[in-house]
């Protein structure tokens, strides 16, 4: 049986599955230096949304201290690694390291038997809108993250709290997608990026940003 790879098979995307390579020095070296060049992406890209979001951050986080002293909750959600992220948004608004002061705030994609009910019954374009339908109500907040800005889900969710008067919240990339195009979202972050890794690190950066700065303005510092 040959062992050598076929041109575009699985080894192009994953090389350590590939025979291992007569000068493995050379390799390391290409490792190291695309590391360095995708650290490098990032960091600029952080620093890019500085100047890009800095007002708006500042504004939405107003708002929201203003919401949670009036008794507001958050709901964060996306799908796949922005669901895993819109977990960690709730987590860090609920139970923040102390001395912060600790917020309501739940993930939409935590219960396995509710999203799967929801979607065999009325489709998964709907799985996050008919929990806000059921759960929100005026002031509340919802936090969509979407690195394409046009999750079916999270696009209908948007729409879905913007009528039941909560605060909307998007995190998106790309050039901001459908999200972009109407305005169901009152603050939008738009990660001007091509690559989905540098997105998601970028709208990871900015909900702690976000939070942050909520933070500040709930102790009337912002």
């Not at 999750?151 to 729409?159: I, K, P, T």
């Not at 738009?190 to 950066?205: D, K, N």
Request: charged share 20%.
């Amino acid at each position: 049986m040959s062992t050598v790879s076929e041109p575009g098979g699985i080894e192009s995307l994953y090389p350590f599955l590939a025979p291992a390579p007569a000068d493995r020095e050379a390799v390391f070296a290409d490792l190291c230096e695309s590391t360095r060049r995708k650290a490098d992406e990032i960091v600029e890209l952080r620093r890019s949304l500085v100047a890009l979001q800095g007002e708006r951050l500042v504004a939405c986080a107003r708002e929201l201290a203003a919401g949670f002293d009036a008794g507001a909750r958050l709901f964060a959600f996306g799908n796949g690694g922005s669901s895993t992220d819109a977990q960690a948004v709730a987590q860090l608004f609920a139970h923040p390291p102390e001395p912060s002061r600790p917020v309501p705030a739940v993930p939409l994609a935590q219960d396995v038997a509710l999203l799967t009910a929801l979607s065999n019954d009325v489709g998964y374009e709907l799985v996050f809108a008919r929990q806000l339908a059921a759960l929100g109500r005026k002031g509340d907040v919802a936090v969509g993250l979407s690195t394409s800005g046009a999750s079916a889900n999270v696009l209908n969710a948007m729409g879905e709290a913007a009528r039941r008067g909560m605060l909307t919240v998007g995190l998106v990339g790309y050039d901001g997608g459908p999200m972009a195009q109407d305005d169901r979202v009152a603050y939008l972050f738009v990660v001007p990026s091509a690559s989905v890794h540098r997105i998601q690190e970028a709208q990871i950066t900015l909900c702690h940003v976000l939070w942050e700065l909520t933070q500040r303005a709930l102790t009337g510092e912002l």
